[in-house]
């Protein structure tokens, strides 16, 4: 009898113990890098804040803190990846904390050529933490990817992850992840096709589509229903420039897209690919 009673008991103790936000603190901001040849390298805070490279830049068009963007502690990506193998390797796939994954092009990220967009690895300091990310109770730490010129490459705000905590040099998109892919047989100028693009960019980030991908952020876009098998044709491309004048709520998570980021087109192609993917299930 006592111990039925004291079983709940014991259950929460453990959890308590194997709670992840239980686990120390400075484990959680070791930057993971997992090189091209699936190796882990671990660097704690503390030495990357002292790497030789280590500067402190004003970034513009930050989308984490728009122009309230603190003075940013950072690592050129190039100087941070330098002497870790990479070769081989066509994207750096970006986790963090909240299941956000972009998946960054590897060519572009290690580049320092001035004359395209810059990739920095900016470090919140934990003696000077950055300001909390709107509506939000955390910041973009520990990491963040921001970019310097980053129209230059046609780097659009999901290119930014934050609360990063894992780099992974890794094969294609389309080689890793089959299921996302468009029919062969459509030709290459395929709306679909382009709509696919634009879909790894923005959407990828945050949503999985016929089960592939690794963001847990948002539904799977394919399974079990796909988007435009409930949503009024006209609508879905409203849905996808302002969510909130669909449906909106406190907690709502999917960000609008501008005019800026997306054309009226690019929303168009992107919705010719959820289409396209309703019948490649
Ligand atoms: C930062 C993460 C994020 C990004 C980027 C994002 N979404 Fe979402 N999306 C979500 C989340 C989370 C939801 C669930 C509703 C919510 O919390 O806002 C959602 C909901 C949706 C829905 C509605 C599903 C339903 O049944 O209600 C559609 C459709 C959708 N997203 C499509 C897209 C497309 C297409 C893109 C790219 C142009 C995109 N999303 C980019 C996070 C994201």
Not at 117 to 129: G, H, V
Request: proline share 10%.
């Amino acid at each position: 009898m006592v111990w039925t009673r004291l079983w709940p008991c014991f259950l929460l103790a453990v959890a308590l113990l194997v709670q992840p936000g239980s686990s120390s603190a400075a484990a959680e901001t070791t930057l993971t890098i997992v090189d091209a040849k699936g190796e882990a390298h671990d660097f704690p805070i503390d030495t990357l804040l002292a790497h030789p490279d280590a500067d402190t830049i004003m970034v513009t068009g930050d989308p984490a803190y728009g122009t309230d963007s603190p003075r940013y502690r950072v690592i050129p990506m190039s100087r941070l990846l330098a002497g870790i193998p990479v070769e081989g390797a066509d994207i750096l796939m970006a986790t963090a904390l909240d299941g956000f994954v972009a998946q960054l092009p590897a060519a572009r990220v290690l580049s320092s050529d001035p004359s395209g967009a810059i990739a920095y690895l900016a470090i919140e300091d934990p003696a000077k933490p950055w300001p909390n990310l709107k509506g939000k109770d955390v910041s973009a730490g520990p990491y963040y990817v921001v970019w310097i010129n980053p129209k230059l490459s046609g780097i659009g705000p999901e290119a930014w992850p934050f609360q990063t905590i894992r780099l992974e040099l890794k094969e294609s998109v389309a080689k890793r992840y089959p299921a996302i892919l468009v029919a062969d047989t459509l030709p290459a100028d395929a709306p679909a096709r382009r709509g696919l693009a634009l879909f790894i960019d923005n959407c990828f980030v945050c949503h999985r589509m016929n089960g592939g991908g690794e963001a847990t952020i948002g539904p799977d876009l394919n399974l079990p229903m796909n988007p435009t098998e409930y949503f009024q044709p006209a609508v879905l491309p409203r849905f996808l420039r302002d969510p909130s004048s669909v449906r909106h709520w406190a907690d709502q998570k999917m960000p609008g897209f501008a005019a800026d980021v997306l054309s009226d087109r690019d929303l168009q192609d992107i919705v010719s690919y959820l289409a396209h993917m309703a019948g490649r299930r």
